[in-house]
């Protein structure tokens, strides 16, 4: 009895202590991000917390900031760009790993996947190199849309080739038999299989790019640069909240990108 007793007791206290890990994990993952969202509602003239009193002040300033109207279009020209290229260059290069039977497999694998292995920092600094030493580094707009295709392609190929690894192979032979040429096996048969990993890897694509500041730090100069880039130099010379104001907003514009894809595709597609 005091045997049966005390494995309860372990179980209960076991079960007490992943529950309050949990909450532990989510309270440091989520509290930083509640404590900005209330401080850029602050009417302070400085980043604090708790604010004295709420206000909508500096989400007024922020539109009317040069830099922020100008950035943030310049951060969506380009996650879009790098996006569709990202897209295109991903399924071709997914497909020839799930499907395909060659000598440099290995090679085309390790090359494609090692930005997800390395610093996004070292690779924006070897990059940064690379183009001062090709006499590139003035074409700030064509770097950030090559610099983040370099780091998105990964995310597209992982959730394309998963999906494509999945699906029954059967169905393109029988396409095949029937006489459709590959091309239009691969567009109606193929692409339609691996739909949700192409949705979910170009969603993970375009934030990962969007909120990018590691790489593009080293490749944005007077003729582009990012959001991210721009809030990074702006809270180095003030202390004002409205790097708070625009985080929020960029929180939100996630959001709603999720939300859209929870209503339309369903989030299984990240499963």
Do not use: C, Q
């Not at 934030?207 to 180095?236: C, K, Q, W, Y």
Request: hydrophobic share 55%; charged share 10%.
């Amino acid at each position: 009895m005091s045997s049966s007793r005390a494995e309860n007791a372990l179980l209960v206290a076991g079960k007490t202590l992943s529950v309050a890990m949990m909450v532990a994990g989510f309270l440091f993952l989520l509290g930083p991000i509640v404590i900005v969202v209330i401080s850029s509602f602050t009417s302070a003239s400085y980043l604090t917390f708790p604010p004295p009193e709420f206000s909508l002040r500096w989400y007024y300033e922020v539109f009317s900031l040069s830099w922020f109207s100008r950035s943030i279009v310049t951060s969506f020209v380009i996650a879009i760009i790098a996006t569709a290229i990202s897209a295109v260059l991903g399924i071709l290069v997914a497909r020839a790993l799930a499907r395909g039977t060659f000598r440099a497999k290995a090679i085309v694998e390790f090359v494609v996947l090692t930005p997800l292995l390395l610093p996004i920092v070292v690779l924006g600094f070897g990059l940064f190199n690379l183009l001062v030493t090709l006499a590139l580094e003035g074409h700030n707009f064509v770097n950030l849309i090559g610099g983040h295709i370099m780091i998105t392609v990964p995310f597209v190929v992982r959730s394309v080739w998963s999906a494509m690894a999945g699906t029954d192979i059967t169905l393109e032979e029988a396409s095949l038999g029937l006489g459709a040429t590959p091309f239009e096996t691969f567009r109606n048969v193929v692409l339609p299989m691996a739909r949700p990993g192409i949705i979910s890897g170009g969603i993970l694509a375009f934030t990962m790019s969007f909120n990018d500041v590691s790489l593009s730090i080293f490749l944005t100069g007077p003729r582009a640069s990012t959001l991210p880039v721009e809030m990074m130099a702006h809270i180095e010379y003030s202390a004002d909240p409205t790097p708070a104001a625009i985080s929020t907003i960029m929180l939100a514009i996630t959001l709603i990108i999720f939300a859209v894809t929870s209503r339309t595709v369903g989030l299984k597609i990240f499963a």
